[in-house]
């Protein structure tokens, strides 16, 4: 599900991570804390000692009542199992539903999704779910962790009478909690009483609310539907007014009503279309994200899946964002549905550096706006200073298709005297698309192996070819440079840009030798006067 190799960065992470495997280790029943002489190896044996512990408790307590048989195995499915190569297939094989969360002690993400994972489980063991939470040190248990086919950290996966089926959901508490809830037989909340509603705001921050005159009918069918096909947001029904109220004060009917809820100042929307899955599905999609989405590692899969392909990103620190959210939530209003709003703290380097190195920003601390078209990949900058009338300058031109995409370019260089001269995006079309020069051009990479031994090579054409006055030699960085004519996949990359026809420059092989080269060029330069001998 994600990276699978561990840095030396990581390591910070691991203390943190012991301290939640303690508190995993003391919320859990496993078979490593048993004597082996002493357990057998039936699934049962869990649901005993669990319902020896209660009696224990309950006995402390002057109650003797031992609980009913369904109570023991409603416990024994939400405790959070630690598996192991000995007793995976048993716990797998031995219920209904299994959430398996596959971790490895150096994953950060792991450490940062195991607390949600916990209190999910406490969770669900509260809303009596028949689901048992289990983990497992998939870096450790490699033989297990192949037989439930996990290969990334951190993975989770869902297992119904042993088959098992990707995660598909968020990665919040919340998120966990509703994902498990609908794929074990519970799409839809029904909340009756005006107490219950008060207390399902109290843990639900987004929710669909859907009320209906009665629970039947083509409408309430597609409401459900909808309900079990959506993987992110809990659905609640009622057919009370008041408790519809409550959940959405600005309702104006509870006869037939659809309408998503959030936690932000554009909290409550109202879906106004036909009661059809693929509508009210694609409704949500719209709205689900608040109104400005700050992006991480564990939500970046559900940004990137959004079906808004005009996104306009903000890097900044998290304390010079606060300043900024307000007007920026402005300006997001007008463009609600139409454009995303996302930000990204700089500090965050996992997410924030492959952003920024595409505008060439890696090295900067200062905050941009950015935006990206998914759907024709361009990227634009804001390169005005930042006012709430500039962004919205910005976007509102971004929306409308009049923005310059941006293209990186280092700072225009001093070619005096220079053999090969160095091009940056600035200059391409000034020294190669516009010159009246034949223009041979090496494009190379700073982590390309090969492009040493090229610059080498080059160098020894340009100074075999020195003085004639219709052919340049020049070179540009691809990692932090680019032009829109210039498109290329691998280097080092040669191309020759004839001085009569620069829309169709001929790639050359960068495996040639010097003497090929210098044959092709003189070819090239043939019927002209300036011809040179082929030896280097």
């Known amino acids: 599900m994600f990276s699978t190799k561990p840095t030396s960065r990581f390591i910070l992470f691991t203390l943190s991570l012991l301290l939640l495997l303690s508190f995993f280790t003391t919320t859990a029943i496993t078979a490593s804390d048993l004597d ?110 192949s037989m439930l086919d996990i290969k990334g950290f951190p993975t989770l996966l869902l297992f119904v009478n042993g088959t098992s089926q990707p995660y598909t959901g968020g990665f919040s ?17 029904r909340i009756s009483s005006v107490n219950e509603a008060e207390g399902f705001l109290k843990k639900y921050h987004t929710f669909v609310l859907g009320a209906f005159d009665k629970f039947e009918g083509p409408d309430y069918v597609e409401f459900v539907k909808s309900s079990a096909s959506d993987n992110e947001i809990q659905f609640v029904e009622t057919s009370n007014t008041e408790v519809a109220k409550v959940l959405f004060p600005d309702i104006k009917t509870a006869k037939q009503f659809l309408g998503i809820v959030k936690s932000e100042p554009e909290r409550y929307t109202e879906y106004e279309g036909k009661f059809e899955m693929g509508k009210i599905l694609q409704f949500l999609d719209y709205n689900k994200f608040a109104l400005i989405t700050k992006l991480t590692d564990i939500n970046s899969v559900r940004v990137y899946s959004s079906p808004i392909k005009l996104q306009v990103i903000v890097f900044a620190k998290d304390d010079e964002f606060k300043s900024l959210l307000e007007p920026l939530q402005n300006v997001a209003r007008k463009f609600k549905g139409k454009m995303m709003f996302i930000y990204i703290d700089i500090a965050d380097e996992n997410v924030a550096k492959p952003y920024l190195t595409l505008f060439g920003l890696e090295d900067s601390e200062n905050t941009a706006v950015t935006a990206f078209d998914n759907k024709i990949s361009s990227k634009f900058l804001l390169e005005a200073d930042l006012t709430p009338s500039s962004i919205e300058d910005f976007c509102s031109r971004f929306m409308h298709g009049t923005l310059s995409p941006y293209f990186k370019s280092q700072p225009i260089p001093d070619n005096t005297n220079a053999s090969v001269q160095i091009v940056v995006g600035k200059t391409f079309d000034d020294l190669v698309l516009n010159s009246p020069e034949n223009i041979f051009l090496e494009v190379h990479t700073p982590w390309c192996i090969n492009c040493e031994t090229t610059s080498k090579q080059v160098e020894k054409l340009a100074k075999h070819f020195k003085g004639l006055d219709n052919l340049v030699f020049a070179r540009l960085d691809a990692s932090t440079n680019e032009h829109p004519k210039l498109q290329i996949d691998d280097y080092p990359t040669l191309l020759f840009y004839p001085a009569d026809n620069k829309a169709n420059p001929i790639k050359l092989s960068a495996k040639s030798g010097g003497k090929d080269l210098a044959v092709f060029i003189n070819k090239q330069l043939k019927g002209k006067d300036q011809v040179h001998k082929d030896e280097l």
């Not at 969770?123 to 779910?129: A, P, R, V």
């Not at 508490?173 to 909340?189: H, L, Q, S």
Request: proline share 5%; glycine share 4%; net charge negative.
């Open 36 to 145: 082996p002489d002493e357990v057998d190896t039936d699934f049962e044996e869990l649901l005993a000692l669990d319902e020896q512990e209660d009696q224990e408790q309950q006995g402390s307590q002057g109650d003797g009542s031992a609980k009913s048989e369904a109570e023991v195995l409603s416990k024994a499915q939400r405790i959070v199992l630690e598996l192991n190569s000995d007793n995976v297939k048993r716990v797998i094989d031995g219920a209904e539903f299994v959430l398996v969360l596959g971790y490895a002690p150096w994953c950060p993400r792991s450490a940062e999704l195991m607390p949600k994972f916990a209190e999910a489980a406490t969770l669900l063991k509260e809303l009596k779910s028949p689901l048992l939470m289990a983990k497992l040190d998939a870096d450790r248990h490699t033989k297990a962790a």
């Open 173 to 189: 508490t919340e998120e966990i909690v509703i994902w498990a809830r609908k794929k074990t037989g519970v799409p839809v909340i």
